[in-house]
């Protein structure tokens, strides 16, 4: 419950702020340009956040692999609510001109630091709590499932808001109340998280660290970098298209749709809505499935299930601004991340020993996802010069031949301990 609802508030605000850029945020936050541009704009700031990432996974991966995984994820939950809530208080360009801007780079690159210590912090809760388990697979989705009600919430909402609001409202208050509405999720997920305990795991590492033989070191991310530095390449390569997908089917989406396939913007928020709560049941159903035969075949069927549907049938049935179609391209495309998704926090946790496993996750994953942060962007300037979709679908098949290499070369871990 601990790693799940805080989850669901980190990628609430997350992929709120990701919706809105490609909707209104440029628009409001940067100086008026033509549409076009906007969404750039939008989504430039966007993949500030995802580059934080990164900074934000070195960061609280060391400290989480030197004092703890808890207290990390206290400070993430608080540094991800507080700057979400000041953003939807926060003037724009038309009242305070470039400062506007400037606070809204500056907003999103905390929440880039504090989603990037997140995740690996709120999966290891679980898998280390749950070490002997061969059940890992399924209990750890579960900090993987928090994205997605996130998402779930954020699409939700906001389809609510454009559904109800004239425009003008919209653009004057209905897009702050998203980033509002998250101060009472923070209260809530801090309050869980503070009754919970350490892991066993880094309990036994903390016991070990008088003497000779200590496991906890004072730079872990250069031991991982000395002996663990294929597990980490693998750690990146393998989320990527997980990621790339997910960015495809619910960001790159929102600004195609209502520019190019003459979907309005309430149809596709819904859309996603109904998408993403299939996409909860299957990420738990193929965890619980990679138990049973094994995290590898599992995700290999996913990243390619991926490529072919974004290569031969997502953008088909998009053409036609036929909404059941719409349902069904996002829906499709999630079914086939849903198999990459739903196994990956295990995967990822298995590939690292236990004194830097934090820091093993959190940065691979966040690499991962620093690159997938310019999908919307490459993505819709790709779109905007050659008028095709064929581009975008050969630029991810190739992302997806990347994280196949990455799950051919590994072991398949889902029947072994977790290691020391």
């Not at 094994?294 to 601004?321: E, Q, T």
């Not at 086939?336 to 020993?353: K, M, N, R």
């Not at 990347?402 to 051919?408: D, L, N, R």
């Amino acid at each position: 419950m601990s790693s799940t609802i805080g989850a669901v508030l980190e990628w609430f605000d997350f992929f709120a702020f990701a919706s809105l850029s490609g909707l209104i945020l440029g628009k409001l936050f940067f100086s008026p340009t033509d549409p076009a541009a906007e969404i750039l704009l939008g989504f430039s700031t966007l993949a500030v956040g995802y580059f934080a990432r990164p900074i934000g996974g070195i960061i609280f991966g060391h400290f989480g692999d030197r004092l703890g995984r808890k207290p990390m994820l206290m400070i993430t939950i608080w540094l991800m609510g507080v700057s979400t809530v000041l953003l939807g208080l926060f003037p724009t360009y038309s009242v305070i001109g470039i400062g506007a801007t400037v606070t809204l780079v500056l907003l999103r690159v905390i929440q880039g630091l504090a989603v990037g210590g997140e995740y690996g912090g709120a999966a290891l809760l679980i898998i280390e709590h749950a070490a002997k388990s061969n059940r890992r697979g399924l209990y750890s989705a579960w900090a993987n499932v928090g994205a997605s009600m996130g998402f779930l919430l954020a699409s939700a909402l906001l389809a609510l808001l454009t559904a109800t609001t004239t425009q003008e409202q919209f653009e004057t208050w209905g897009w702050r109340v998203p980033f509002l509405v998250s101060a009472v999720l923070l209260l809530v997920g801090s309050y869980i998280r503070k009754q919970i305990q350490d892991t066993p795991e880094f309990k036994k590492l903390k016991s070990q660290e008088e003497g000779s033989h200590s496991k906890v070191h004072k730079v872990p991310l250069l031991t991982l970098l000395k002996t663990q530095w294929r597990a980490l390449i693998t750690a990146v390569a393998v989320p990527l298209a997980t990621l790339v997908f997910y960015q495809i089917g619910l960001v790159f989406i929102t600004p195609y749709a209502t520019r190019y396939a003459g979907y309005g913007a309430t149809a596709v928020l819904t859309a996603i809505t109904i998408a993403q709560l299939f996409y909860i049941a299957l990420s738990i159903s193929f965890a619980y499935l990679s138990d049973r035969i094994g995290r590898r075949p599992v995700m290999a069927f996913g990243a390619v299930g991926c490529a072919l549907w974004v290569s031969f049938v997502y953008f088909n049935l998009l053409k036609d601004g036929n909404f059941p179609q719409l349902v069904l391209a996002v829906t499709g495309l999630l079914f086939f991340v849903a198999a990459t998704w739903g196994p990956q926090a295990a995967f990822l946790a298995e590939l690292f020993s236990a004194d830097v496993r934090y820091s093993g996750i959190s940065v691979g994953y966040q690499l991962a996802g620093a690159l997938s942060g310019l999908t919307p962007l490459v993505a819709f300037a790709a779109l905007s010069g050659s008028g095709s979709w064929f581009a975008i679908a050969l630029g991810t098949a190739a992302v997806s031949v990347v994280a196949g290499i990455g799950i051919a070369t590994t072991k398949e871990t889902a029947f072994e301990r977790l290691r020391n």
